[in-house]
Nanobody
Framework: QAQLVESGGGLVQPGGSLRLSCVTS????????MRWYRQAPGKEREFVAS????????HYIDSVKGRFTISRDNVKNAAYLQMDSLKPEDTAVYYC?????????????WGQGTQVTVSS
């Protein structure tokens, strides 16, 4: 059974930093692309960042480019999101996602989320 457990959220002042972790188990981590999403109150869940299975390609939404960095450790079966220069509009529940698709099947696994609050 696939499990993703996020941690590292909390309350931080504008301009501060947080590092989110997503520790996984129950599936072949190396075979999955990893993504971070977020959902702010009253808004739909949105894509934040992704990294391919071998870590060779990363993508970000425009609003976090230059401030957030996604990474992964294929030995520890974990993904990370380093968030710097945080802004109040980054406040949301952040979710880790593992995704794999092929011509015949598709897999999506989700964590339970971790709250990030940016406020003075």
């Amino acid at each position: 059974q696939a499990q993703l457990v996020e941690s590292g959220g909390g309350l931080v002042q504008p301009g501060g930093s947080l590092r989110l972790s997503c520790v996984t188990s129950g599936f072949t981590f190396l075979g999955f692309n990893m993504r971070w999403y977020r959902q702010a109150p009253g808004k739909e869940r949105e894509f934040v960042a992704s990294i391919t299975s071998a870590g060779g390609s990363r993508h970000y939404i425009d609003s976090v480019k230059g401030r957030f960095t996604i990474s992964r450790d294929n030995v520890k079966n974990a993904a990370y999101l380093q968030m710097d220069s945080l802004k109040p509009e980054d406040t949301a529940v952040y979710y880790c996602n593992a995704h794999r698709s092929s011509s015949t099947d598709e897999y999506d696994y989700w964590g339970q989320g971790t709250q990030v609050t940016v406020s003075s």
